[in-house]
């Protein structure tokens, strides 16, 4: 749903949220299905971010391993869902400053080394328990 505000800017609401603060990039140049050159144009718009928002697309998240883009796309997932539920709400928002913002991002990227690996193993192993089969 982000995709499609008029404002698709990810704001630091909470700690997931400021784990993605400057680190998303934002395209809203969608020209319909991107069946040519799509690519090209959007490994641009990326700029060296893990997280492309797509306007009236989607996301795109890109990672050094697999594990990364998984925790990076499953908590951004989450942050927008944290932002959506908060705007229905109709309440003014508790935006975090900047600086609170850009410290937590630093503590997740920074300071959290492993997070990522440990969260893709256990998921994985919840799917060994309760549905084995994905891994044939």
């Avoid at 993605?20 to 969608?30: I, L, Q, S």
């Avoid at 391993?65 to 925790?71: P, Y």
Wanted: charged share 25%; glycine share 6%; net charge negative.
């Amino acid at each position: 749903m982000l995709s499609c505000l008029q404002d698709p800017v990810l704001p630091p609401l909470d700690q997931n949220c400021m784990r993605f603060f400057e680190r998303v990039a934002v395209d809203t140049a969608f020209d319909g299905m991107g069946l040519g050159d799509e690519a090209e144009r959007v490994s641009r718009a990326l700029e060296g971010k893990p997280v492309l928002l797509m306007g009236q697309h989607g996301v795109l998240v890109v990672g050094p391993t697999v594990a990364q883009a998984f925790d990076d796309l499953y908590y951004f997932e989450r942050s927008c869902e944290t932002y959506i539920t908060a705007l229905m709400t109709g309440k003014p928002l508790r935006i975090a400053s900047a600086r609170v913002a850009h410290k937590t991002m630093r503590q997740w990227v920074e300071d959290y080394d492993g997070f990522a690996d440990q969260h893709f193993s256990e998921m994985k192993a919840v799917l060994d328990d309760e549905r084995s089969s994905y891994a044939q």
